[in-house]
């Protein structure tokens, strides 16, 4: 047979993409680099493309050639003309390679340098590998890479640059090295020990599997026993990546060699082992080499080395040896066995054919893959210039280049040259010099034509489809792309030409094909299924399949055995096959509505072939569908062939009655069963998801039925469940359900529909798109442990699951709190000085939308605001005439009011805790403390006392009476410790430029007070050492002590030595005699040593743990005498801090160290004192000479409170009884006078901590707490008592007092952040008790407590003990705003100094106390881990300072200590389809514990949830939006923002809103979605004929409002509009839209939207169906829509089957269906004509006349397809078998024959029946 002569397709002159890109750099070549060193090679785009995205559509993806470009250094990656990656490497890149690497396959870039090997990953990171040795060359392989090796002491010569194969199915990314940062760049040294023991030798083949190990030399296999690969001769050629293969070449032994590689097998021996001594099962994978083939005679190596595809889809590997000018092909034989595939190449199965030049083009057969590789053909040059495309051996047609375009010719050109291959792409290098980018294919425009060519590809054996391939590539005027500029139709008209061919050359010898009947047993097993399947499955047999077919072994008569017998067999064979190949395209093509018109288009050819063949059944099948198609086809009913046409609607109707596992997959085409097949791809799928739903079972990667499916990782329970799992795993998502036609697309969307409402929580996230559940979508997608690393494919994944018009499925973004802040005129804040204007007090950002959402409309938040703002004049009282004694009485005044606002940084950092988050490329704003006053009769005015003429006066603090600045000192350093500590943890690490950016050229108290707030949320860590002791050096007091406890707390608990000894710097007690003489304040000494505690936190350290029990009882020396208390309780703060909870389990001195803590208590002396650990050194004896000495007794008022501390936190919730009854509370009128009473308050609280679960919310348990003879002594104090009683009765009044303070600070701390009700009532009680005793007011406590308390305890400890109890309260009630209490503050912050004593402490305590109670802004809280409770402890301690500088007893700056003990257990939900937050309540399950049994109580969302440890379940409740539960394992951990493993770590939950409700702020009560319920009634027929009478359309409009006030889904409110357009007039269209509104009503209130589609094709087409009968005019060409209706019904009806098992209805109405059922029967029935053609066509199998009217052929076809009516050649033969039996009617036997036709069918026939035989 000749072969065609085609033109190529010229795309234009090629030129590499990168001297374009050098010359649009600017970067012309250097000097030193030759103009032409330049290497390139192209490669296809999914060599680049990502594992996990080769199923995902890319959305940057486009079919343009990528390009690799290298000159001397530098590496340009571009994509078609643009850029996409450019670097540069350190040396001049010899060679780059793509290879795959690392356990998980992942493609990398390796690119070889002289002395290094650069490997760059998906990530971005570069490895970069050391070469000691000389590589000439690496090579890419399935296991890794390989490294060729020069011989020692040879100089090495580098392999060129050459262009990789293109079918390379492998995936990289590329990073340039400024992408890349340096934390990412690292260096991996790899020591390649490639020598033997002795060190003689070295392997030349090296394999680097990953980049992160080492080169494993290779191995050879020889005589069973491997040894090191010595062959420095063989130098490879080329390695595949995709198959484990390696040509090499020897040019001393002047022969090629082919090599397979293994995994070395355990039971070979290695005869050089490097691993003698450890068992080979625990080696590192080792690789040998075994030579499959060898050719010799070759003077040069084979300039090229491929990977094809024979004709037979066998692969082949091609050596194109140009010395010989051929190309030498050898066939490649596979086995697998064990899932393992063994390689090699019989001698008898190579072929060669002339060449000059080749090179592999992807042409004939794309798309398909032959055992994983791709289909890859022949493109050779012959020495005669002629361009052949061979597939196989099998030569298809020539080329030629003529034109370039409309206008240039080329005359006298011959090609020269083939280079750089991509699919179907290549250049042809011209005789002229010039190369041109041409193609062999264009992608056909025809769809159809497409899709019927790649399935005869995959649905034809090799010998079939080749020769349709010579006949499509023929050349002829009609052949199919024989032309540059075809369109679809004509490229269709094309294909059915070559179709119509094949029908023609079988002509003469089809009947004789037809009319034979006999045939031997070999020929029937030759021509069985099976054997066609086998064939395809295992091409490489024993014979091949074309040897069978020249010995004629597929022609009907044995006698037959000429060639020409032969070839007409085969064309006969193809024509059948070909039926059998294009009818599962068409049934696959019914599947799909957008496709109608290629189906039309098929079923035309499908109607000629099958009339051709005389498969009558396959004609009539195609009639049903088409009835116009019954004109031109005569159907015979004398037809010997009894092949049922399979049908893919024929088997869901039938599953869906009769299950998977009953129903015959006859009906389904064979071609849908095997693996990879494109064309029916989609048919595969619905069929798989029809078998899952009902009943199939997984076996792996197939189903019971045999069909293969891909299905989502996920649990399941259901069918349902596994089918919607099943859908996501074949990427299959609401847009493509809409391709199904109505009917079939229903029980996939009802089973999308009963798994909405609960699904697994542990589904991917497009599982939930499919279900319409984006809230568990996004939540899903937000806190997966690979979130980062999956989001972009995710995100496409989430796409493609859901509908186009669905706009509101993209991400929100939940508001930032500085874009989102309200601007209402409630909200701001204006100074008071017009000249300033409004003044940042650093709360300005509080009011987002979250935090706004949880008050409401109260503004009780501007009221904290304005509590707590200190950068505006504070109002002072004066009269009207002022007087020079008034002035005093300002400035005492003033005085007052200054110590309040000095105490006002301490609340406002505690109230905009982390509420906001910083640019780092913005210096931070603090804002300003003033102290000064302003007059309120000036109506704003304020100015210095002298007077403007605007009358402006304004009063400041008088410097000659107070030093103010000494005053604003330490309250600067709070108010930057409150401006630094809103900044919000981000996600990320803060910047260590942003810090030293902010760091003034002078050290100032306010970068001293950011630092402290930076360490507090752990951002110090980003500083160096060089950084710190830069900090230190400046010997700044506030600077040092806030980053000493600002690197602690971000350290806390590692024990970082660094920072460790930078502390221990600032303790000159623990320095050695040799160090240097220092001078450091106490408070520096005493923040250095609670900063060793929170470094050395929890970890029982020792040596610590000795050093600070020494600290604690330190003699004074020097000044630092009055603060040697502070001291002492820092140290003991930090002792408790080192053995936090650890109790008996910290180290075996423990006895001793306890011991020595309650001498510093001050209980008694124990025998015989040794302390052998804590003696005090040498050093620290002479340090202490020439000091003050206390004396050798301890001074137990200096060292009770540390000591008491200690032993409180070590012992921290670990019911020790032995120290709780040693910390004991006075019991006698000796012991009272024995202790102090502040100490006894330390005592109470110690107590209850270390006996934490014996403490409770109750009045009787603080009742507990005061020991009897107290209790006795206070009772009474009311009544006169005898003037002997006053001392007892003081030491019973104080002792009283500070108990009851004690335990009140206990039960703070133990239900601290729980909002505890009863609790809250009982402080707020003993608040108001003190209050009284205080000062009566009008509230009564109304409580029997001991009266006159003030007559015997000074006012200034009742006014701390009360301040004391308002911090316990609000401790409790941390985050809630709670009312009540906050009145309580508001009254105390007011009170003058009439009222009490406006001490600093005291006014930091109600600060405080303001900011605990709405801390974070209400979204943060409490934690009652023992770190929190260290942290609260030190925050709380109960000895408030009496000034702003006040650092004696507890310095100031540890009160911020407090936010280590914060947790954010807030939560709020938002709304995925507005991402706004809304309301939406919750029901929250707390664990079992020893106190309550597992509870469950509800929340209104924003709310604090409870503590991780007992919280177990919350879920999404109430009626307005979707469920959902989230269980939570209850542990001891705290909450962490960052914790991507929990979905309420970040506070942000995601609800969806059912369409039909309102959210509860725009409709509180209910009403409005009440009315939702209703709206059929408001909208109903009445007002709908009314409306169309008046052509009002004002209720129309409503309902057009309505939907979108219910509704944010696009599709629903754009129905609506429609629904309100008044252009419909008449009657039917009224009628119509009375439905519209049903339906839409149906889907409103079910939240259906997906529904309306299905509703409205359902109802169209009875109305087209009564249009075709009553005017014979209808827009239905075919009949599948009567499938769909069937597979519709059969839904319905077995869901009515399942009705008594199941509560759960189906998605759309069972009397809707009902009805349309009743209806297509009544129109069936209608026609009189019809009993009459019904028997014509059973009797004769003719269709109605064409004369007749279609009208008839239409009616009958509804009917034929209605009832399941069988052909008339089925009919004919079941009705001769019943003739013969005697019965009345054949109705019964007729049933038994064709089970699946209808009654009424069956009567039909059996009236035709009894006719004929009558």
């Known amino acids: 047979m000749s072969v065609g002569a085609r033109e190529l397709t010229v795309l234009g002159e090629f030129k590499p993409f990168g001297l374009i890109a050098e010359a649009l750099d600017g970067k012309p070549p250097s000097d030193t680099t030759c103009v032409d060193d330049y290497r390139y090679f192209l490669f296809s785009p999914e060599l680049t493309k990502q594992r996990d995205d080769l199923h995902f559509p890319s959305p940057s993806s486009d079919r343009s050639d990528h390009e690799l470009f290298t000159r001397g250094n ?246 194109l040896l140009q010395e010989q000018k051929k190309l030498l092909s050898l066939r490649l034989q596979t086995v697998e066995i064990n899932t393992e595939v063994i390689y090699d190449i019989k001698p008898d199965m190579s072929w060669s054919i002339p060449a000059v030049a080749a090179t592999p083009v992807v042409v004939t057969r794309p798309g398909v893959k032959v055992g994983g590789l791709p289909f890859v053909d022949i493109v050779v040059l012959t020495s005669e210039n002629t361009l052949l495309l061979y597939c196989g051996k099998q030569c298809l047609c020539t080329f030629k280049l ?13 090609i020269v040259g083939l280079a750089d291959a991509v699919e179907e792409r290549i250049n042809v290098i011209v005789n002229s010099g010039r190369i041109y980018r041409c193609t062999w294919r264009r992608n056909p425009s025809s769809s159809l034509a497409n899709d019927c060519i790649t399935a005869m590809a995959e649905g034809l054996n090799s010998t079939l489809y080749n020769h349709f391939l010579v006949l499509l590539w023929r050349n002829d005027d009609q052949t199919y792309l024989s032309g540059t500029d075809l369109t679809a139709d004509s490229e269709w008209e094309s294909f059915q030409s070559v179709i119509t061919r094949i029908c023609k050359e079988s002509s003469h010898t089809s009947e004789k094909l037809s009319d034979s009947v006999s045939c031997s047993s070999w020929e029937f097993l030759i021509n069985s299924r099976y054997h066609k399947q086998y064939s395809k499955s295992y091409p490489i047999s024993g014979f091949s399949e074309t040897s069978i077919d020249q010995q004629g072994l597929y022609s009907p ?158 649990s399941f329970n259901t069918p349902e469940e596994l089918t919607v799992l099943s859908m996501v795993g074949e990427r299959v998502g609401l847009q493509q359900l809409d391709l199904l036609p109505a009917g079939v697309s229903l029980p996939l969307r009802d089973a999308l529909d009963k798994c909405r409402d609960s699904p697994p929580m542990d589904w991917p996230a497009a599982a939930y798109v499919l279900l319409g559940r984006e809230d568990l979508a996004f939540s899903r997608l937000a806190y997966s442990k690979k979130s980062v690393e999956l989001e972009p494919h995710m995100s496409v994944n989430m796409t493609c699951m859901s509908t186009p018009y669905m706009l509101n499925l993209h991400p929100v973004t939940i508001p930032s709190s500085i874009s989102d802040t309200i601007q209402s005129e409630d909200n701001k804040l204006e100074d008071v000085d017009s000249v300033e204007g409004s003044v940042a ?89 003033v102290l000064a006053g302003r007059l309120p009769a000036q109506q704003n005015a304020t100015g210095t006392r002298s007077c403007y003429p605007s009358g402006v006066h304004r009063v400041n603090l008088d410097p000659n009476v107070r030093n103010v600045q000494e005053l604003k000192s330490w309250p600067e350093f709070h108010n930057a410790v409150a401006a630094g500590l809103r900044l919000a943890p981000p996600q990320g690490k803060m910047s260590r430029t942003w810090i030293l950016y902010n760091k003034p050229e002078e050290p100032s108290v306010v970068h001293a007070g950011l630092l402290l707030a930076l360490g507090l949320h752990g951002h110090l860590r980003v500083l160096t050492i060089t950084d710190i002791y830069q900090y230190y050096s400046q010997e700044h007091e506030s600077t040092t002590v806030g980053l000493m406890l600002g690197l602690a707390a971000s350290y806390r608990g590692t024990m970082q030595p660094a920072i460790s000894k930078s502390l221990y710097v600032h303790i000159p007690s623990r320095h050695p005699s040799s160090f240097p003489e220092l001078e450091l304040p106490t408070l520096l000494q005493s923040a250095a040593l609670l900063s060793v505690g929170l470094l050395y936190e929890g970890s029982a350290h020792p040596q610590t743990m000795q050093i600070l029990l020494g600290e604690i009882g330190r003699r004074s020396g020097g000044d630092n005498v009055l603060e040697r208390e502070g001291y002492a309780v820092a140290a003991g703060f930090s002792l408790g801090l080192v053995a936090l909870g650890r109790g008996e389990d910290a180290p075996g001195f423990v006895d001793s160290l306890v011991d020595r803590l309650f001498q510093y208590i001050g209980g008694k002396e124990p025998q015989n004192e040794t302390f052998p650990l804590f003696v005090p ?59 102090r009473p502040d100490f006894i308050m330390l005592r109470v609280i110690a107590r209850n901590l270390i006996m934490w679960s014996r403490v409770h919310a109750s009045e009787e348990w603080i009742q507990s707490q005061i020991p009897e003879v107290i209790q006795n002594g206070v009772k009474g104090l009311g009544d006169t008592m005898r003037d002997t009683d006053e001392i007892n009765a003081d030491a019973f009044v104080q002792a009283y007092v500070h108990i009851v303070v004690g335990a009140c600070i206990s039960l703070g701390l133990r239900y601290a952040g729980s909002r505890d009700g009863s609790l809250q009532e009982l402080l707020y009680k003993y608040a108001l008790y003190f209050l009284n005793e205080i000062k009566p007011v009008s509230v009564s406590s109304g409580h029997a407590f001991p009266k006159g308390l003030s007559r015997y305890i000074d006012r200034g400890s009742l006014e701390t003990c009360l301040y004391l109890i308002v911090l316990s309260l609000c401790v409790v009630m941390a985050g809630s705003g709670h009312l009540q209490t906050f009145k309580l503050l508001k009254y105390l912050r007011g009170r003058n100094s009439a009222d009490g004593h406006l001490s600093f402490g005291n006014q930091m305590a109600v600060s405080l106390a303001i900011g605990f109670l709405f801390i974070g802004g209400g979204m943060q809280t409490f934690s009652t881990s023992k770190s929190s409770i260290a942290a609260l ?164 409009d409503m309902v057009d409002q309505l939907i979108s006030t219910f509704s944010s889904n696009p599709s629903l409110i754009s129905f609506a509009q429609l629904c309100c357009d008044p252009n419909w007039n008449s009657r039917s269209d009224i009628d119509f839209q009375e439905f519209c509104l049903q339906v839409l009503f149906e889907c409103v209130s079910k939240d259906r939207p997906a529904l309306l589609q ?68 009544e129109i069936l029935s209608s026609s009189l004509e019809f009993q009459k053609d019904f028997s014509t066509y059973m009797k004769s199998g003719r269709w109605p006349p064409e004369d007749y009217a279609t009208r008839a052929t239409t009616l009958l076809s509804w009917y034929v397809q209605w009832y399941n009516v069988p052909s008339p050649f089925e009919v004919k033969r079941a009705l001769d078998k019943i003739k013969a039996i005697s019965t009345s009617s054949s109705v019964p036997l007729l049933h038994l024959v064709f089970p699946t036709t209808d009654v009424t069918g069956l009567n039909e026939i059996n009236r035709v029946g009894f006719c004929s035989r009558g």
């Open 74 to 319: 530098r590496i340009i990656w571009s994509i078609g003309s643009r850029v996409y990656k450019r670097f540069t490497s350190p040396s001049t890149v010899i060679k780059a390679c793509w290879c795959r690497m690392g356990d998980t396959s992942d493609t990398v870039l390796c690119i070889l340098q002289s002395d290094s090997l650069s490997i760059y990953n998906t990530s971005g990171e570069v490895t970069s590998v050391p070469l000691p040795r000389s590589i000439t060359s690496i090579w890419p392989l399935p296991c890794g890479l390989l490294l060729q090796q020069a011989p020692e002491g040879s100089s090495p010569v580098h392999i060129q640059f050459s262009s990789l194969s293109p079918f390379l199915s492998a995936r990289d990314t590329i990073r340039s090295k400024r992408d890349v940062s340096p934390q990412q760049n690292y260096t991996a040294v790899h020591g390649l020990d490639t020598t033997k023991r002795d060190g003689s030798s070295m392997s030349s083949h090296l394999i680097l599997k990953d980049p992160l190990e080492e080169p494993q030399p290779a191995y050879i296999e020889e005589r069973g026993k491997l040894n090191y690969i010595k062959e420095f001769d063989e130098r490879t050629i080329w390695t595949g990546d995709c198959v484990p293969l390696m040509a090499s070449y020897n040019k001393a032994k002047l022969q090629h060699s082919l090599w397979v590689v293994e995994i070395i097998n355990s039971n070979i021996e290695m005869g050089n082992s490097r691993f003698p001594d450890v068992p080979l099962g625990v080696q590192t994978k080792q690789f040998s080499f075994r030579r499959i083939w060898q050719g010799k005679g070759s003077q040069t190596a084979a300039s090229k080395v491929f990977l094809a595809t024979d004709h037979d889809a066998s692969p082949i590997i091609c050596f």
């Open 402 to 414: 003529s034109h370039l375009g409309k206008d240039q010719v080329l005359h006298d050109t011959r």
């Open 557 to 714: 008569g044995s006698s037959r055995d000429t060639s020409d017998n032969a070839g007409n067999s085969l064309y006969a064979e193809l024509v059948a096959e070909t039926l059998d190949t294009l009818h599962t395209v068409y049934e696959s093509l019914k599947l799909d509505n957008l496709r109608k018109r290629d189906m039309g288009l098929l079923v035309v050819l499908l109607c000629d072939i099958a009339a051709f063949l005389r498969e009558d059944c396959y004609l009539d099948h195609y009639i049903r569908d088409f009835p116009c198609l019954s004109k031109g086809h005569e159907v015979s009913l004398i037809s010997s062939s009894k092949r049922i046409p399979p049908s893919l609607f024929r088997w869901l109707e039938s599953c869906l009655k009769h299950g998977c596992s009953s129903t015959s997959i006859s009906y389904l085409p064979s071609l849908i069963f095997k693996d990879g097949s494109s064309v029916v791809n989609w048919g595969r799928k619905i069929v798989s998801f029809y078998s899952l739903l009902c009943g199939a079972e997984l076996l792996g990667k197939r189903l019971s039925s045999g069909i293969s499916c891909a299905v989502a990782s996920g």
């Open 841 to 929: 007090d650093g709360m300005e950002h509080i009011f987002n939308s979250g935090i706004q959402l949880r008050y409401g409309r109260d503004l009780r938040l501007n009221e904290v605001r304005r509590l707590l703002c200190s950068a505006r004049p504070v109002v002072i009282q004066t009269p009207v005439n002022p007087t020079a004694s008034d002035q005093d009485l300002q400035q005492a005044q003033l005085w007052q009011l200054a110590q309040r606002t000095t105490a006002l940084p301490f609340g406002r950092g505690a109230f905009t805790l982390a509420t906001t988050c910083t640019l780092l490329t913005e210096a931070l704003t603090v804002p300003k403390l």
């Open 1177 to 1235: 050194s040498i050093d620290e004896h002479n340090r202490s000479a020439g000091q003050i000495m206390d004396g050798t007794a301890v001074n137990v008022d200096v060292t009770a409170p540390g000591a008491t501390i200690a032993l409180a936190l070590m012992f921290l919730k670990t019911e020790s009884e032995l120290v709780y009854s040693r910390l004991s509370v006075p019991q006698t009128h000796f012991d009272l006078h024995y202790v």
């Open 1433 to 1596: 402890l030190i925050t709380l301690y109960p000895r408030l300072p009496t000034g702003p500088n006040d650092n004696r007893c507890h310095l100031q700056a540890f009160r911020h200590l407090y936010v280590l003990a914060t947790e954010a257990r807030w939560v709020q939900t938002v709304d995925v389809d507005s991402g706004l937050p809304v309301y939406c309540p919750l029901e929250v399950t707390v664990r079992e514990t020893e106190h309550y049994a597992e509870t469950s109580f509800y929340e209104v969302t924003p709310c604090i949830l409870p503590e991780r440890a007992v919280l177990k379940a919350v879920r999404v409740c109430g009626p307005r939006y979707w469920s959902q539960v989230i269980n939570h394992t209850p542990e001891e951990k705290p909450w962490s923002s960052g914790d991507k493993s929990d979905a309420l770590s970040s506070g942000i939950l995601y609800v969806k809103r059912k369409v039909g409700a309102c959210s509860y702020v725009d409709d509180p009560a209910g009403c409005q979605s009440l009315l939702s319920r209703a709206m059929h009634k408001v909208f109903g027929l009445t007002r709908l004929r009314a409306a169309a009478a008046s052509r009002d359309c004002r209720d129309g």
């Open 1654 to 1721: 299905v509703y409205l094709s359902l109802y169209t087409t009875i109305g087209s169906m009564v249009d075709r009968v009553t005017r014979s005019s209808s827009n239905l060409q075919d009949t599948l829509f009567i499938s769909s209706l069937k597979i519709a019904l059969a839904y319905n009806n077995g869901l009515l089957s399942k009705r008594s098992t199941s509560s759960k209805e189906g998605i759309v109405q069972a009397t809707f269906l009902g009805s349309v059922q009743k209806r297509v029967e």
